[in-house]
Antibody, heavy 119, light 112 residues
Framework: EVQLVESGGGLVQPGGSLRLSCAAS????????MNWVRQAPGKGLEWVSY????????YYADSVKGRFTISRDNAKNSLYLQMNSLRAEDTAVYYC????????????WGKGTTVTVSS | DIVMTQTPLSSPVTLGQPASISCRSS???????????LSWLQQRPGQPPRLLIY???NRFSGVPDRFSGSGAGTDFTLKISRVEAEDVGVYYC?????????FGQGTKLEIK
């Protein structure tokens, strides 16, 4: 079964750090680009970051650029999001989603992990 | 960034009746490769998003044929031919033609 499972969320104080993970299974992880998408409580979807299959291309939303770092380990079938200098507005459910190179749609999503930034 | 604007934001529909959601982009979504990377996603209550339609009008695997997508350039539409109870949720359009990817605000589909 094709699956993405996020982990690493939790409660963190403003200015703190957190590292999210996304474990992939049931498909050849190294063949797919990956994204992080977040959803603040009661709000819509916001794209956060993209990483190509080989990690050669990386993009960030302006709202997280300079604070978040996306990475992947194809040998471990895992995607990561290192989040530093967290703010209250980063509070959200964070989803990882795969994307087929050249097709540009997100066809598989994880269930998400919740990040709460509060003192 | 490309701004995606959906209308309506809320759509009360009677079971068995059609529903339509519009999505407009602030600039053309035609990619330099000639394709238009506009997709539609459904998010049922308490669930992650689910892909319905990609490249304007292609139904994803397992998506019922009552869902259809159309449009070109900057104007796109998602139609549900006969709404069923399981269709309740929020629908998003998303553009992946240009980084940074952007979503519409979401349209909440509810049953009258």
């Amino acid at each position: 079964e094709v699956q993405l499972v996020e982990s690493g969320g939790g409660l963190v104080q403003p200015g703190g750090s957190l590292r999210l993970s996304c474990a992939a299974s049931g498909f050849t992880f190294s063949s797919y680009s990956m994204n992080w998408v977040r959803q603040a409580p009661g709000k819509g979807l916001e794209w956060v970051s993209y990483i190509s299959s080989s990690s050669s291309t990386i993009y960030y939303a302006d709202s997280v650029k300079g604070r978040f770092t996306i990475s992947r380990d194809n040998a471990k079938n895992s995607l990561y999001l290192q989040m530093n200098s967290l703010r209250a507005e980063d509070t959200a459910v964070y989803y990882c989603a795969r994307m087929i190179l050249g097709y540009y749609y997100m066809d598989v999503w994880g269930k998400g992990t919740t990040v709460t930034v509060s003192s | 960034d490309i701004v995606m604007t959906q209308t309506p934001l809320s759509s009360p529909v009677t079971l068995g009746q059609p529903a339509s959601i519009s999505c407009r982009s602030s600039q053309s979504l035609v990619h330099s490769d000639g394709n238009t990377y506009l997709s539609w996603l459904q998010q049922r209550p308490g669930q992650p998003p689910r892909l319905l339609i990609y490249k304007i009008s292609n139904r994803f695997s397992g998506v019922p044929d009552r869902f259809s997508g159309s449009g070109a350039g900057t104007d796109f539409t998602l139609k549900i031919s006969r709404v069923e109870a399981e269709d309740v949720g929020v629908y998003y359009c998303m553009q992946a033609t240009q980084f940074r990817y952007t979503f519409g605000q979401g349209t909440k589909l509810e049953i009258k």
